[in-house]
């Protein structure tokens, strides 16, 4: 069997650390075996950045697969399904930075980045300081240095300070308004994307209406008659399958998944997950544990 070599990996699965205006979700190095699958998993409200050091592969944002190699950097958005699949020929080793912003700037301009990136495959990119900064972080972190967190503080912010240069758009909202009016797919688009980057944020779909601009109705008539599916059955969908990785990983319980989605207690998630598919979260989760077995 296949064996993952973690090295000098910072996991904060429990809690968040600061620095600056970041805060650090997971910081470290994964050296991959031939071939190896990193399985998909939900990200939450985070972003991260994976950086490869040596090797090729494939990384998945969402449903896209986008092929990285040595030297190249990928950007994956909160909520955002990952999944990284290392070569049998040469094998990836990266360094990954798990991270957030509490700073309202910045957290503008990342919101701007995202409508603007929808696409996965436009998020790979080079850069000499993001990569060196990331491994000076993976090596700072392991060493134990007695400045560690003044280091962590100016590093975390010129990592993202450097990204949101790469990522420089220039866009007014987080919505493409002016092409969407004439360019209905787009827009469709762009309410995708920011259903899937705040599917854990969104607290209604009418939320989403007042966003860009657009009559709830109309936004739902156009959505339904652009991808043959309802805006509420999009919503529906991609909150039962981030539930369904979720409960899979078992790293959080059903109480803190059914908030996570915004239910209003663990009782209605359990019944409309078992609505959904005939099961209780419990017994899925039991019964994707015996066919792994």
């Keep these: 069997m296949s064996v993952n070599h973690i090295v000098d990996i910072v996991r904060l699965d429990d809690r968040y650390d600061t620095f600056g205006k970041i805060g650090l979700r997971q910081l470290g190095r994964l050296v991959c075996s031939p071939g190896h699958v990193i399985e998909s998993h939900t990200h939450l409200n985070w972003f991260e950045l994976t950086s490869i050091v040596d090797g090729e592969g494939d990384i998945y944002g ?18 955002e399904i990952h999944k990284i699949v290392s070569s049998r020929e040469s094998p990836l080793t990266f360094d990954h930075f798990a991270f957030y912003s509490n700073d309202e700037h910045y957290n503008e301009q990342l919101e701007i980045l995202m409508a603007s990136y929808a696409d996965a495959k436009k998020r790979v990119f080079k850069s000499y300081i993001v990569k060196e900064m990331l491994q000076s972080c993976v090596n700072e972190v392991a060493q134990s240095a ?23 758009v220039k866009r007014s909202t987080v919505f493409v308004s002016n092409e969407g009016y004439q360019n209905p797919e787009k827009l469709c688009v762009s309410v995708k994307n920011y259903i899937d980057t705040h599917l854990f944020s969104l607290k209604s779909l009418t939320e989403l209406a007042d966003k860009c601009g657009y009559n709830y109705s109309y936004l739902s008539f156009l959505f339904k008659k652009i991808t043959g599916t309802t805006l509420s059955d999009y919503y529906k969908d991609r909150r039962f399958e981030s539930a369904k990785l979720m409960i899979r990983e078992n790293k959080l319980k059903i109480g803190e998944i059914s908030n996570l989605l915004g239910y209003n207690s663990v009782y209605a998630f359990s019944k409309a997950f078992k609505d959904e ?12 544990l015996m066919s792994e077995n």
């Design 277 to 288: 598919f005939g099961v209780s979260p419990k017994n899925f989760y039991k019964g994707n």
């Design 62 to 79: 969402g449903d896209t697969r986008v092929s990285i190699k040595k030297g190249e950097i990928f950007l994956s958005f909160p909520c």
């Design 146 to 168: 007695k400045f560690r967190k003044d280091y962590l503080d100016s590093a975390f912010s010129l990592v993202l300070l450097e990204l949101l240069k790469i990522f420089e």
